[in-house]
Nanobody
Framework: QVQLVESGGGLVQAGGSLRVSCRAS????????MAWFRQAPGKDREFVAA????????RYDDSVNGRFTISRANAKNTVYLQMNSVKPEDTAVYYC??????????????????WGQGTQVTVSS
């Protein structure tokens, strides 16, 4: 079973940049598609971005498309979310998730089988 641990969250000013990371252990990392979700206080967990097992395909939510980039380094068992031009509405706990299989998964939390504990990202205005 895959275990996921996020890191890199923190406080950033609006318009700035931040990169969060998620390191996986417990199985062959490239066999898993990966995704980032986020959850703001009082709101449901929402899809941010996903990437295929070998990194050749990705998809983004419209709210972050063009500002955020998901990538992975399979040799390091790590997936990244580079966040540029951040906005106060990007404030949330960011979670990584995985699903066995090479293709890019869907947007539903039900598509994923393992989750990290989350890392807080706060964007000040």
């Amino acid at each position: 079973q895959v275990q996921l641990v996020e890191s890199g969250g923190g406080l950033v000013q609006a318009g700035g940049s931040l990169r969060v990371s998620c390191r996986a252990s417990g199985d062959t990392f490239s066999h898993y598609a990966m995704a980032w979700f986020r959850q703001a206080p009082g709101k449901d967990r929402e899809f941010v971005a996903a990437i295929s097992g070998l990194g050749g395909s990705a998809r983004y939510d419209d709210s972050v498309n063009g500002r955020f980039t998901i990538s992975r380094a399979n040799a390091k068992n790590t997936v990244y979310l580079q966040m540029n031009s951040v906005k106060p509405e990007d404030t949330a706990v960011y979670y990584c998730a995985c699903r066995y299989g090479a293709s890019v998964p869907g947007r539903s939390t039900n598509d994923y089988t393992a989750w990290g504990q989350g890392t807080q990202v706060t964007v000040s205005s």
